[in-house]
């Protein structure tokens, strides 16, 4: 069941593209379920009746990693399988380490990590609240993904790599290194250098993890669906070369005004704003690069990725910003960070993911396929995200304004209610959103995507070709 999907591309194993798609969907849902019975208990605090494992604390665990690890893990999995024989012309390493890696990810991490941290075993560090037994096993699963997928790019030769495959690279390696610092570093450093540490990696999985992958995803889709070489080889390898420099400099920026040396939190405020310079770079090249495709791109696939290219430059100057002491000081611990990750994970992310995981969909030729349910899915996730975010951020200014007058923390509470309730509500937009991805991913005809890349449903040109490699930077050189 592998089709080939370019000329010169290596055969992809669209079942593991596919088994991957539906379990990030699924891992979706229930992630998103826990996340709604969360904002329920800021308003309804007795809503679970007292039960243990649906108390707000074990949720919010399981919420957040079921997002990272769960939903994007697997929908970036999916991705990496259809992008890396395109990229490198050659298969990747075994399909049956592909079949153990796809059980390892969900049945030795994903099932069991909920159920412990429902049940009350887990570990207090943001990001990082699986407990040890199941962190022993993500990092085997990265160690199994760095031999699945980078042994093609090595074997290709790394003269000429495509943008898309540096940030592959770079994901994979740098991700299997920061993991266990993230994870068990912290708890073995006590005080404020274990905080550190922790700090380090809550911005580790977003900038060395989440980010690089979405990026694979942006600098891969573009080209490919639009028919169109990246604006500028130069400028991306500026902007990946400043991501994973800058970004695991400026995790202690969670820490500002705290018992952190002070050197170490203004290192990490410049940091935060260098590293949206950085972004201002990467955003330009890939806006540029969609030239011509549209303010609404046809193709659906294209159109949540040009939609996560616009989330990625609001979240990343608004983390800019926020970062800086003054405004760190009024907005800290306020509903204003809760917009601003979910933007990130909600809006950039799961966007970019969405992207990749359409236009790798497309091109499974038995996979259903429903291109109005994806129609639908895109306007309803704008929606919902667009409400949440705002929503949030008003109700981290009312909170921070609140604060800053010193009035008793009981009126805060009292004037964020009507707030949590609008979040909550854009949960019914987001809810209905992802409901019509799976429907998207799960009915219509089987073929549907070859036939709207046939058609040339938003395409540049004739498409199903997907130029690996270089030659899209190297027909500007």
Known sequence: MADTVGARAAPVDTRLVHAHGVAAIVMLAIAVTFGIVISLQFFAPDLVGGRPWLSWGR?????????????????????????????TGRPVTSPRLGVWLFGLWNFAVMVPGWLLVLAGVSQPLEWAEFPPVVDAFVVLALALAAVQFLPPFFRRGLEHLYVSSWYVIGALV????????????????????????SGLWIHDAVGLFVTPLVLAILYFVIPAASGRP??????????????????????????????IPMAAQAGAVAASALLGLDVIIVVANLLLSLRGSGWIPRDIGLRFVATSVVFYLVVSLQGSLQAQMAINQAVHFTDWVIGHSHLA??????????????????????????ARMF???????????????????????????RWQDATP????????????????????????????LLLGMTTGPRGGGLETIADGRGEAGPLPRVRPRAELAGERA
């Open 59 to 87: 949720l919010r665990y399981a919420h957040t990693q079921g997002i990272m690890l769960g939903w994007l893990g697997n929908a970036f999995l999916a991705f990496l399988y259809h992008a890396v024989p395109v990229l």
């Open 174 to 197: 740098f991700t299997l290194l920061a993991y266990p610092m993230g994870n068990v570093v912290p708890d073995a450093v006590p005080g404020a250098a274990g905080a550190a540490f």
């Open 230 to 259: 990246i604006y500028s080889h130069f400028l991306s390898m500026v902007g990946f070369w400043g991501l994973f420099f800058l970004y695991p400099l400026n995790g202690t920026h969670h820490y500002v005004y705290s018992v």
């Open 345 to 370: 994970m909600l809006g950039f992310a799961t966007f970019g993911a969405i992207g990749g995981l359409v236009h790798a969909w497309q091109r499974i030729a038995w996979a259903r396929y429903n």
């Open 375 to 401: 129609e639908w899915a895109y306007g309803l996730l704008v929606l919902g995200v667009t409400i949440m975010v705002v929503d949030l951020t008003a109700a981290g200014l009312v909170q921070a304004g």
């Open 409 to 436: 923390w009981i009126d805060s509470v009292r004037a964020s209610q009507p707030y949590w309730i609008v979040r909550t509500l854009s949960a019914v937009p987001l809810a209905a959103g992802f409901i019509a």
